[in-house]
């Protein structure tokens, strides 16, 4: 068959949660990097479209190009190791602590990041001829994105905090069904379709991730956004952090776990004799 049943891909989950956290600090920094540019050239090219075209459903429907890359590469995303690495914890797999699964996921983002902070400068680079020149279409809209998505929710207070955490749990929610996708196909085909449904549904709803945000935000400032490194920080990094965590791990990882590892036990009905048969 070209897909596995659930019970087979979500032990795959837990294993490839456990062979994350036992993964040397230079390839796991590496494959995050890697990630990380990869993803960030993938905005680039989405809001692209979306400017050219004036038509965002363009837009996301190719987004999950960036996202089918890095997974078939085998590089590493932030929000993926939020899901993947506290089940093997939960499996009680040898040597997985929580300890170790932090360390983990500094390590991931301090790949993302370094990775998407070198595409954001050369984009910056590209969209001015070398702060040369007036800032090209592309560059004022992301610098306008990083506008709205910052103070914009400033704005609203404790109701834009909360928003950001909701939309960075939905956020992780999609995502983390398209790396659990990747994982029930065995053929690329397959494993490219089952990733582009969800990621494109999280681009289009203008749910946040964490990783996306660390390319958008530094760009824009680069580019003159009005607003500030704390602005990003605190009202939209730290929120969209907290809620990819909570919505990748709860809505995807334990709710695959708990019913297709850790099952429940069934009901044991009596066995009712065939009429005419003596139970004797």
């Known amino acids: ?7 087979e891909f979500v032990t795959k989950m837990v294993d490839a949660g456990e062979s994350k956290i036992y993964m040397g600090t230079r390839d796991t920094i590496i494959r995050a990097y890697m990630a990380g540019a990869i993803l960030a050239l993938a905005v680039v ?16 429907a190719m987004f999950p190009v960036g996202f089918s890359m890095l997974y078939l590469m085998g590089f590493d995303l932030l929000t993926g190791v939020f899901v993947l690495t506290p089940l093997a914890w939960l499996d009680k797999r040898p040597g997985v602590t929580w300890p170790r699964i932090l360390e983990n996921w500094g390590k991931v983002f301090i790949g993302n990041f370094c990775g998407a902070m070198t595409v954001a400068i050369l984009m910056a680079i590209n969209f001015t001829y070398g702060f040369t020149d007036e800032i090209s279409e592309v560059g004022k809209t992301v610098a306008t994105i990083g506008e709205k998505r ?49 990621i494109m549904v999280f681009f289009y709803l203008g749910f946040e991730h964490s990783v996306v945000n660390m390319f958008l935000f530094p760009l824009g400032l680069m580019l ?47 066995v009712k004799p065939a009429p005419g048969t003596s139970t004797s």
């Open 1 to 7: 068959m070209s897909y596995l049943q659930p019970s």
């Open 45 to 60: 090219f989405s809001v692209t479209i979306n400017v050219q075209t004036g038509n965002p459903i363009v837009g996301a």
């Open 150 to 198: 910052t103070v914009g929710y400033a704005e609203h207070g404790f109701g834009g905090w909360l928003t950001l955490f909701i939309r960075g749990c939905l956020c992780n929610w999609m995502v983390s069904m398209g790396v659990v996708g990747a994982m029930i196909a065995t053929s690329v085909p397959g494993k490219v379709i089952a990733m582009w449904m969800p």
């Open 224 to 270: 003159g956004g009005n607003f500030s490194i704390g602005d990003y920080i605190f009202w939209n990094e730290l929120p969209t952090v907290l809620g990819n965590i909570v919505g990748g791990l709860t809505l995807t990882g334990l709710t695959l776990y708990t019913t297709h590892v850790r099952t429940q036990a069934r009901r044991q009905f009596p």
